[in-house]
């Protein structure tokens, strides 16, 4: 079984100790931060406006997001600390318009000391590595954040027939339903997403590796 490098005993320190903090959350790294923000001011994020970054890296993202976002406006989560400070202190112009503490360490899910006035939130290319239950949890734990508008994510999609198969997706990446990376079926993604309270819009944007944008929308 392939092991996910993501959960392997020391692979944040030896990445981070040969200086490869951008090597570590894929390539593309000006490309995707760019396709990222801009899906996000797509679904309405204006400076004003409060952004949960979740899987957040290297602030791959985030330093695009920051200078974009009123200061403080921008949160970011993710399963190594670390690793977003190596990003903090190597990718962000202005440093000034971030305090450190607003980015967390979190592997659950949990949010812990993320405000309740969080308007948009994201986690781009988070969920092809993990199981499908941790979609599901995040889903179900964004949910106290009264004031959150809008959740973008990818995932990976595969046909019903291929559900417990290898896929190889249009850009060449062979996804899987037990393994890393992971992909879906998209009806089960619509019954996991009402669940949870959310309405799920499928986005015709073209990503990296062939994953697909979905923007969750809270239910009344």
């Not at 959740?151 to 393994?179: E, I, K, N, S, W």
């Not at 309405?199 to 969750?216: E, K, N, V």
């Amino acid at each position: 079984m392939t092991i996910n490098p993501y959960e392997t005993d020391g692979f944040y320190d030896a990445a981070l100790a040969a200086g490869r903090h951008r090597a570590i959350v894929g390539g593309r790294w000006d490309e995707t931060g760019r396709i990222a923000l801009a899906a996000l001011i797509e679904a309405g994020l204006a400076p004003h406006h409060h952004l949960l970054d979740i899987g957040a890296g290297a602030l791959r993202l985030g330093c695009k997001a920051v200078p974009y976002l009123e200061p403080g406006h921008y949160w970011a989560t993710d399963a190594s600390r670390a690793l977003m400070l190596a990003g903090y202190h190597a990718e962000l112009d202005d440093p000034g318009r971030l305090d450190p503490a607003q980015l967390i360490e979190d592997a659950d899910f949990a949010f812990p000391g993320v405000p309740e006035r969080i308007t948009h939130a994201i986690a781009f290319a988070v969920f092809p590595h993990l199981p499908r239950s941790r979609l599901q949890l995040a889903l179900s734990r964004l949910r106290r954040f009264i004031g959150l508008e809008k959740f973008l994510f990818t995932v990976f999609l595969a046909p019903d027939a291929a559900a417990a198969m290898p896929y190889r997706q249009a850009d060449g990446v062979v996804t899987h339903g037990q393994r890393a990376p992971y992909h879906l079926i998209a009806g089960e993604l619509e019954e996991m997403a009402q669940s949870c309270g959310w309405h799920l819009a499928r986005s015709t944007r073209m990503l990296p590796r062939g994953q697909i944008l979905f923007t969750a929308t809270p239910m009344a």
